[in-house]
């Protein structure tokens, strides 16, 4: 599976932004799929991740409220969409698939990233 990630970009404290991970060369329909983020000089971070099915999502206490998860498994999509946007959300952040989990070492395929600004 080869992931992409777009929709990064600057915004303002408060603002939203809408991430998009496309996936191609196999369906996402058997994999649970993850966002994670990496800040500069900070480990990888999870961010939320989304069952097979779409039914059941999970988030980071940091995100959680401010951020949805979800995907569409016959476009082969998944999206973040990021409201309330604050500078410590400011990152790169990587889509993943591969088992649902916290936990990167679960997802065995990455995404290259988009860096989101979040200015004061």
């Known amino acids: 599976v080869q992931l992409q990630a777009s929709g990064g970009g600057l915004v303002q404290t408060g603002g939203s932004l809408r991430l998009s991970c496309l996936a191609s060369g196999r369906t996402i329909n058997n994999y649970a799929m993850g966002w994670f983020r990496q800040a500069p000089g900070k480990e990888r971070q999870f961010v939320a991740t989304?069952?097979?099915?779409?039914?059941?999502?999970y988030y980071s206490d940091s995100v959680k409220d401010r951020f949805t998860v979800s995907r569409d498994n016959a476009k082969n999509t998944m999206y973040l969409q990021m409201n309330s946007l604050k500078p410590e959300d400011t990152a790169v952040y990587y889509c993943?698939?591969?088992?649902?989990?916290?936990?990167?070492?679960?997802?065995?395929?990455w995404g290259q990233g988009t860096l989101v600004t979040v200015s004061s």
């Open positions: 989304i069952s097979r099915s779409g039914n059941s999502a």
């Open positions: 993943a698939a591969g088992r649902n989990s916290y936990d990167p070492e679960n997802y065995d395929y």
